[in-house]
C-alpha cells in the first residue's frame, strides 16, 4: 500500500507498507517561528487584580501619591491618599503589574522553548472622589499578584496627575514543618515578580541545590513539593532569588534587593525506610494551542470528510485504545498507522530526525462507512504522537495521542558506593520533553535523555552517603542547548515548580515527577 504524504516524503520516496515494518520518511524543515502563546488557565492561580484599563497620560506637572504602608505581602490593607489635584473629580487608581506568557516555535516535527514574553498592563485597583481641596484618601488591599514595585497612579479624565509606588513583598511558607525521611514538603510562594531578575526562584537543601522555580502564567504564585532527606535533625530550606536558574547569592546588593533569600528549617524525626515509587502529576489545564507534533493537517486528503476518535487521548506505552472513525469508504479495508520521529539533537546541523511511520493494524470498514477497532501504542519515544487511517493510499482522517512518561525498575537496596540504574520509559523528543533532570537527595546531579534512545532512558547512579534512606527524584527539565536561544531563563535544571507553571501546559504537554528512593547498605 502506498501512503500519498508527499509532504514528508516526496513523489520518490513513497514506500510500500509491510505488516510489521516501520517506514523511515524524511521530514519538513519547518522555519522558525516563535509564538507567545495563551497562558493557560491554573486552578487556584489569581487573576488580574483588576479590569484592565488604560493607564493614562503623564500630566506635565505630576503630582505624588502616598501609601501607607508603601510594602507589604499580598492581603494587606494600605492607604492611598493624594493632594492637590483636580477638585470634585472622579479618581480611578491604576495598579501597574503584566502579563507574562511563554514564547514556543512550534513545528510540526518539534517544539522549541524560546522564552518569555512580558506585556505591561494597568488594572483598575480601587475608585475615589477628590474633595473641594482636590485631595482624596482611599483604601485598598494589597493583591494576589506579581511581586515587586508597582507602580500606583491616579488618573482623572484619561490624565496621570499623581504617581507613587507599591513594593509587594514576596512570600514563602513549608507545611509540614518536621517528619520522617521522604516526608513532601509543600512550598508555596507568593509575590514572585515578572521581570527577568525576579522571575526565578532557586532551592537549596542543606545548601545543595535542588533547581528552580518560577510563576509565570501564575501571577507569582506556586505551590511545589520537594522531600525531606538526610538524617534527622534540623534541615535547612532556602528560598532563594535567582537572576536565570542559580542562586544569586548577594542579592542584598542587586538593583532587587527584595528580592532576597527565605530560609526555613525542617526537622527529620527518623528513617522509617525508604518510601514506596510516586509520580507527580502536572495540574490539569486546557491547553491554549492545538498544534500537535506528527499531525499535519496537509497530510489528510483534501476530499476527505472521515473523522476519527479515541476513548483516551493520553497514556503509557502498552495502552489499549480504542479508535472509532465515521465517513470512510464503506466495505473497504482501512490502515491505521502511527506517526513518530526518529533522531536525536547532539552535534545538530540542519535536520536532524525523520518522521516514521509505524502500522497499527488493518480493518474492514462497515457498511456505513464507520470503523471500530482497539489498537496498542508503540513502546517508543514520549509526547505527542498522530494516529492515522488510511484507505487506498490516502490518510483519511488522523487524531492526537499523547504518550505519558513511565517509570519501568529501580533497585530498592543498594550497597554503598555501588552502581545502580534506573529506567524509565516514554520520553519525549522536544526540548519540552526529551530529558528529565535527576536530583539525589534534593541535589542536582545532572540530566538524561531519551530522544536517541526511542523513549527508553536508563540512568546510571550511585549509593552515596550513610547507611540509610535516600532519595531520587525526577524532574521535568526544558534543553535549551540544541537549538539553543539567547537569555533563555530555566534552561538544563529541575523545574520544582512544573506542576503549575511550565511552558508546555499550554500545548498540552503532561510531564510529571517521578519520586523513588534506595535503601544504602554498608
Known amino acids: 500500500m502506498r501512503i500519498d504524504t508527499t509532504r514528508r516524503i516526496g513523489r520518490k520516496g513513497l514506500a510500500i507498507l509491510g505488516t510489521v515494518a516501520t517506514v523511515l520518511v524524511l521530514g519538513s524543515v519547518a522555519a522558525a517561528d516563535p509564538t507567545a502563546v495563551p497562558a493557560p488557565v491554573v486552578p487556584g492561580a489569581p487573576r488580574v487584580p483588576g479590569a484592565i484599563v488604560d493607564p493614562g497620560t503623564p500630566a506635565d506637572t505630576m503630582k505624588t501619591l502616598k501609601t501607607t504602608p508603601d510594602d507589604a505581602v499580598a492581603g494587606t490593607k494600605f492607604t492611598v491618599t493624594g493632594a492637590g489635584l483636580p477638585a470634585s473629580k472622579d479618581v480611578t487608581v491604576v495598579w501597574m503589574t503584566a502579563n507574562v506568557r511563554y514564547v514556543l516555535d512550534v513545528k510540526s516535527d518539534s ?12 488594572v483598575a485597583l480601587g475608585a475615589a472622589k477628590t474633595d473641594a481641596a482636590g485631595a482624596f484618601t482611599s483604601q485598598m488591599t494589597v493583591p494576589k499578584d506579581f511581586g515587586g514595585l508597582h507602580d500606583l497612579y491616579a488618573v482623572v479624565d ?13 512570600q514563602v511558607t513549608i507545611t509540614p514543618k518536621r517528619g520522617p525521611v521522604g516526608t513532601p514538603i509543600t512550598i508555596s510562594v507568593v509575590g514572585m515578580g515578572s521581570p527577568t531578575y525576579e522571575s526565578v526562584g532557586a532551592v537549596l537543601y542543606d545548601n545543595h541545590y535542588a533547581g528552580a522555580v518560577s510563576a509565570n502564567t501564575t501571577r507569582g504564585v506556586t505551590k511545589f513539593k520537594i522531600r525531606a532527606a538526610g538524617k534527622p535533625g534540623v534541615h535547612w530550606i532556602e528560598y532563594a532569588g535567582s537572576s536565570h536558574t542559580v542562586p544569586y547569592l548577594n542579592m542584598e546588593q542587586s538593583p532587587v534587593p527584595w528580592t532576597d533569600s527565605h530560609r526555613l528549617a525542617f526537622t527529620v524525626t527518623k528513617d522509617t525506610g525508604a518510601p514506596p515509587v510516586t509520580i507527580e502529576q502536572a495540574v490539569s489545564v486546557k491547553p491554549t494551542i492545538s498544534a500537535r507534533t506528527t499531525v499535519i493537517d496537509s497530510d489528510v486528503a483534501k476530499d476527505s470528510t472521515a473523522k476519527v476518535t479515541l476513548d483516551s487521548t493520553k497514556g ?7 479508535v472509532k472513525a465515521a465517513g470512510l469508504a464503506p466495505n473497504a479495508p482501512a490502515t491505521l498507522l502511527w506517526t513518530s520521529v526518529v533522531g536525536n539533537r547532539v552535534n545538530c ?24 477497532t482497539p489498537v496498542t501504542i508503540p513502546d517508543g519515544l514520549g509526547g505527542w504522537h498522530g494516529i492515522q487511517v488510511v484507505q487506498a493510499g490516502k490518510v483519511m482522517a488522523q487524531v492526537p495521542y499523547f504518550v505519558k512518561r513511565s517509570f519501568v525498575k529501580a533497585p530498592k537496596v ?3 558506593g555501588r552502581p545502580f540504574f534506573v529506567e524509565l520509559k516514554g520520553v519525549g523528543w522536544t526540548q519540552l520533553d526529551n530529558t528529565l533532570a535527576v536530583t539525589y537527595d534534593n541535589s542536582y546531579i545532572g540530566y538524561a535523555c531519551g530522544f536517541n534512545s526511542n523513549g527508553y532512558v536508563r540512568v546510571q ?8 534512606t535516600h532519595l531520587i527524584d525526577l524532574y521535568p ?12 531563563q530555566l534552561g538544563m535544571v529541575p523545574l520544582l515548580g512544573f506542576a503549575r ?11 510529571p515527577a517521578i519520586r523513588l528512593a534506595i535503601k544504602v547498605v554498608e
Do not use: H, M, N
Not at 503509557?316 to 480504542?322: E, F, N, T
Not at 527539565?477 to 533563555?488: D, K
Open 111 to 122: 517544539v522549541d522553548y524560546v522564552g518569555r514574553k512580558v506585556d505591561k498592563i494597568g
Open 316 to 322: 503509557p506505552i502498552l495502552s489499549k485504545v480504542d
Open 349 to 372: 546541523t540542519g535536520q536532524c530526525w525523520k518522521f516514521t511511520s509505524q502500522p497499527l493494524g488493518q480493518a474492514t470498514v462497515a457498511a456505513d462507512g464507520s470503523l471500530a
Open 158 to 170: 484619561g490624565v496621570q496627575v499623581a504617581k507613587g509606588g507599591f513594593l509587594l513583598e514576596r
Open 501 to 511: 507553571d511550565a511552558p508546555g501546559l499550554a500545548a498540552g504537554y503532561d510531564i
Open 461 to 468: 547512579l550511585f549509593a552515596t552517603g550513610d547507611p540509610g
Open 477 to 488: 527539565l526544558l534543553y535549551t542547548q540544541q537549538p539553543a536561544y539567547p537569555y533563555t
Open 414 to 416: 543498594v550497597k554503598a
